[in-house]
Nanobody, 117 residues
Framework: QVQLVESEGGLVQAGGSLRLSCAAS????????MGWYRQAPGKQRELVAA?????TTSYPEFAQGRFTITRDKATVYLQMNSLKPEDTAVYYCAASRTWSMNVIDYWGQGTQVTVSS
């Protein structure tokens, strides 16, 4: 089994920055791809950033140029810059045994990010 523990989110003003981290423990050799999702109230969970097992990153349009995902061994980071109120959501760390996050096998508990206008 793999456990994912996210750092605490927080409250930040629009235009500000925030870095989230997610530490994986347990059977981490099973983990290939890692990424971040988010879910705002009343909305579906959506991909924020993905890092494949081969090191390829991918971002949806809203995150391109503002968010950066990196990984150092068993910890994955999400650097968020130029934050907007619409980025307010619960952010979840995710991990997959596949190379490209086709299937999410493990989820973190989620951490709240609130961006004030």
């Amino acid at each position: 089994q793999v456990q994912l523990v996210e750092s605490e989110g927080g409250l930040v003003q629009a235009g500000g920055s925030l870095r989230l981290s997610c530490a994986a423990s347990g059977s981490i050799l099973r983990v290939n791809a890692m990424g971040w999702y988010r879910q705002a109230p009343g909305k579906q969970r959506e991909l924020v950033a993905a890092l494949s097992g081969t090191g390829t990153t991918s971002y949806p349009e809203f995150a391109q140029g503002r968010f950066t995902i990196t990984r150092d061994k068993a910890t994955v980071y999400l650097q968020m810059n130029s934050l907007k109120p619409e980025d307010t959501a619960v952010y979840y760390c995710a991990a997959s045994r596949t190379w490209s996050m086709n299937v999410i096998d493990y989820w973190g508990q989620g951490t709240q990010v609130t961006v004030s206008s």
